[in-house]
């Protein structure tokens, strides 16, 4: 019996020492990054706080969402104050409790929420999940993101790092065995926008995949609509008007196929909400705003020059709003 106990005890302190390794190499970098006032969620969460107020358009998504507007050009267009609080892998659950922590201290007058099946599918980025609203001021809405949104697999995974950093680990041990990347060009940030000067390169325009449809993504439409029906009800008790986009994917990409699952899924679920206006980029006034792929970092996020496009784009769809 002392024996098992033994093992039980070894056992448990082996997994202790092991998640304390995985807080030093993936929890330190980014304490230092806050302390050094470089973390980049760090930076937008105080332009949201420290801010009160002051922006009329408020972006939300994925990191597609904050390569893609700019701020600037969405401020100069519309003669309106916006932000970018697009954060990496945004999950559409996140969306719901990162707009409510918003609406603590911003009245915005529109929403533009970036949406595509990565947002809502069967994998969850719970270390980007935590790492955003870990900048929450707000405890209430903390708790009820990781116990009501994720439940029982959000409390395991906010509490133990080696659930937490997974993908991390895997993508860490991966490259241990494979040829190192070159590093991108600078990047640089504007309220929430990450200005990328990288242009994909041809070798991997060569090797790109189809876009996300119903075979190659496990999307979860019941989540989806659980959690988008509580933005839409938040930003209507608001009077908010509630915009939402597909960014674009690179020409040579659309074209690998003629799947439209992931815009007719949008297309017919948004048609059910009539005070909500859906628009998929790829298409939306093409004959003005004509994309390729030079336009794009990578398979699927614009750069400084694409994002120009974007961002013109969402001005034309907003004074479109503005005029009815």
């Not at 092991?18 to 980014?30: C, D, F, Q, R």
């Not at 206006?277 to 699927?300: A, C, E, M, Q, T």
């Amino acid at each position: 019996m002392k024996k098992f106990l033994k093992h039980i005890l070894y056992g448990f302190l082996f997994f202790v020492i092991i998640n304390l390794l995985i807080v030093i190499k993936y929890e330190l970098p980014a304490h230092e990054a806050i302390k050094n006032k470089t973390h980049k969620n760090y930076l937008k969460w105080n332009g949201i706080h420290n801010n009160a107020n002051t922006y009329d358009v408020i972006i939300l998504g994925s990191s597609r969402a904050y390569t893609s507007l700019n701020p600037k050009i969405i401020d100069s267009g519309l003669n309106l104050k916006s932000f970018n609080m697009g954060t990496s892998s945004q999950d559409i659950t996140e969306t719901y409790y990162t707009l409510k922590e918003i609406l603590d201290y911003q009245n915005p007058k529109y929403i533009v929420l970036e949406t595509y099946f990565g947002s809502c599918d069967s994998f969850i980025n719970y270390y980007q999940v935590y790492s955003n609203s870990s900048f929450f001021k707000s405890t209430k809405h903390k708790y009820d993101l990781v116990v009501d949104g994720y439940g029982s697999k959000g409390i395991v995974n906010y509490i133990v790092p080696m659930m937490k950093f997974n993908n991390y680990i895997k993508q860490d041990i991966i490259s241990l065995f494979s040829k190192k990347k070159s590093k991108n060009p600078m990047k640089g940030w504007y309220k929430g926008f990450y200005n990328d000067t990288t242009v994909v390169k041809q070798n991997d325009i060569n090797n790109f995949e189809p876009i996300p449809n119903f075979r190659n993504k496990v999307f979860n439409k019941n989540r989806f609509k659980n959690s988008f029906d509580k933005i839409y009800e938040l930003t209507k008790e608001r009077g908010i008007q509630l915009i939402v986009i597909r960014t674009p994917y690179p020409p040579s990409r659309l074209m690998l196929n003629s799947n439209t699952d992931e815009n007719s899924f949008y297309q017919n679920y948004f048609s059910q909400y009539k005070d909500v206006g859906y628009y998929d980029l790829n298409s939306y006034k093409s004959n003005i705003f004509n994309f390729k792929d030079k336009d794009f970092s990578d398979f699927h996020h614009a750069n400084g020059k694409g994002a120009v496009k974007i961002s013109q784009q969402v001005v034309d769809i907003i004074k479109t709003h503005q005029l009815n």
